[in-house]
């Protein structure tokens, strides 16, 4: 009542990892020199096997947009055909980025809530020889959506295109087993299932999408992968580096090594059914629910409501900080996260707190029933595993 403590539930940023956090008061380090060589070479080795590849990863020190303008300016030419996958406002990020470089986007589009099928894309292929790329969300935040990128890549494998995911949200909350699907780029961000403050952008490479870059004539300066992967092979990035969030990610990445990335995967899956299950219980109804992802669940406002009323309720009340909808969908529905560092204990109170805005707004609930559908969930994952 009296006591508030700030949670935060948005699936970017997402709760940091303590360790993490103290780790980056130790960030008075030189970063030409062997200290720092050593910390870089030890997270780029942990955050390739964290990622499960064996291509190339790369750290950039921006925000994971910014990651992914440097595979479209870095492994295109100006004019180049590609198709772009697009459910979202992160989708139409694609989009815009990919015609922002004078690339000729083929656009493939879901509504809100959907998602686009493998066979769609696979009609577009066909019906387009010489695509140089697919472009795609694993998971898409702004509607709750996950896409096929298994069979998205294994269909895009069978042609001369590279297939580009941005994967900011799907790592550590999806399986993605980028050399097996053949996921050429894949790029994630600090600020979500990685458990630190935004800042750093990742991208793990293949020898296919190396090839592109040999050929491809669009301009950067500061995004230069060839650079920096020359660098990294010395323990140095190209440019001065967030020394401090490279600390805390070396810290976190060892958290993740240490329970596994399938069991951090299984988490977020876990909360997201549980999540799913509540919100049906409490008589709600979710937006995405043909295709849902596991790194948020965005879920419709009851008839009549604005969903900023739910978000509001959350921070004035229990200074929890949940996501509403973006663009056309604000006001429309809500989204509650599960990447990164949420357990069991946060969903209890989220939901119970969900339970108490939602009567306290005139909606009948009895107090219960959505903490009782996570209940069953954990004590059905908790009896299967022992734990």
């Not at 629910?289 to 921070?315: L, M, N, Y």
């Not at 989204?335 to 969903?347: K, S, T, W």
């Amino acid at each position: 009542m009296y006591i508030r403590k700030t949670r935060l539930l948005t699936p970017g940023p997402t709760p940091l990892y303590p360790p993490a956090l103290h780790a980056m008061m130790g960030s008075d380090i030189h970063h030409r020199t062997e200290d720092f060589r050593n910390l870089y070479r030890a997270a780029l080795a942990d955050l390739k096997a964290v990622m499960g590849t064996s291509n190339d990863v790369l750290i950039m020190v921006c925000s994971g947009t910014g990651a992914m303008e440097s595979a479209v300016s870095n492994l295109f030419s100006s004019g180049d055909k590609v198709i772009v996958i697009s459910a979202g406002k992160f989708g139409e990020r694609w989009v815009e980025m990919t015609k922002a470089f004078g690339l000729d986007a083929i656009v493939l589009k879901a509504e809100y809530g959907s998602a686009v099928s493998p066979a769609e894309l696979e009609a577009a292929l066909a019906a387009n020889p010489g695509v140089r790329g697919v472009f795609v969300q694993a998971s898409e935040t702004s509607t709750g959506v996950q896409h096929d990128v298994e069979a998205m890549g294994k269909a895009v494998a069978k042609t001369d295109a590279i297939f580009v995911v941005d994967a900011i949200t799907g790592l550590g909350t999806m399986p993605l087993d980028i050399d097996g699907w053949g996921l050429d780029v894949v790029v994630g961000g600090s600020q979500k299932a990685f458990m630190i403050p935004p800042g750093l952008g990742f991208l793990s490479i293949s020898p296919k999408a190396w090839a592109f870059a040999e050929r491809a004539n669009l301009p950067h300066y500061y995004f230069d992968l060839k650079k920096e992967k020359k660098n990294a092979a010395g323990g140095e990035s190209s440019w001065t580096p967030n020394t401090s969030l490279l600390i805390a990610l070396h810290a976190a990445l060892q958290y993740i090594k240490s329970i596994g990335m399938d069991k951090l995967v299984r988490n977020a899956q876990l909360l997201a059914r549980a999540t799913r299950e509540a919100a049906t219980a409490l008589g709600l109804e979710l937006f995405a629910p043909a295709s849902p992802c596991s790194s948020v669940t965005a879920i419709k406002a009851p008839a009549g409501w604005d969903s900023g009323v739910i978000v509001k309720e959350f921070r004035n009340r229990f200074g929890a900080i949940i996501a509403n909808g973006q663009g056309s969908m604000k006001g429309k529905i809500f989204r509650i996260a599960h990447l990164g560092y949420f357990d069991f204990a946060d969903l209890f109170g989220v939901i119970a707190e969900l339970e108490l805005i939602l009567a306290a707004n005139g909606l009948p609930v009895t107090y219960g029933t959505g903490v009782a559908a996570v209940q069953r969930v954990y004590a059905e994952a908790a009896l299967q595993t022992g734990k």
